[in-house]
């Protein structure tokens, strides 16, 4: 399995910007996947962006252009840059890191940091 421990986060107004990191540690070698989902009150985990093992990236529409996913190999962290932060991007923002099972994936989970955005 893998851990996953996030920092950053926190409250901030809209227009500003933040930074999330996540380092993973464990079974690194077998993560096909590892990206960063949030959740809102009352809504359901959503995609934010993710790095595929082939190195492709996938934004969600609502964040493109403002977040950008970046890894350092070497450190085994996978951060996200947030900018131009609007009230709606407020979420538990978790760290996930997909290991392939057969047909499907294991997802795993940071504890998840808190970004607040207030107008």
């Known amino acids: 399995q893998v851990q996953l421990v996030e920092s950053g986060g926190g409250l901030v107004q809209a227009g500003g910007s933040l930074r999330l990191s996540c380092a993973a540690s464990?079974?690194?070698?077998?993560?096909?996947?590892m990206g960063w989902y949030r959740q809102a009150p009352g809504e359901q985990r959503e995609l934010v962006a993710i790095?595929?093992?082939?190195?492709?990236?996938t934004y969600a529409g609502t964040v493109k252009g403002r977040f950008t996913i970046s890894r350092d190999n070497a450190k085994n962290t996978v951060s996200l840059q947030m900018n131009s932060l609007k009230p709606e991007d407020t979420a538990v923002y978790f760290c996930n890191a997909r290991i392939p099972s057969g047909n499907s994936y294991i997802n795993n989970w940071g504890q998840g940091t808190q970004v607040t955005v207030s107008s």
């Open positions: 464990g079974s690194i070698s077998s993560i096909s996947a």
């Open positions: 790095f595929t093992r082939g190195g492709s990236t």
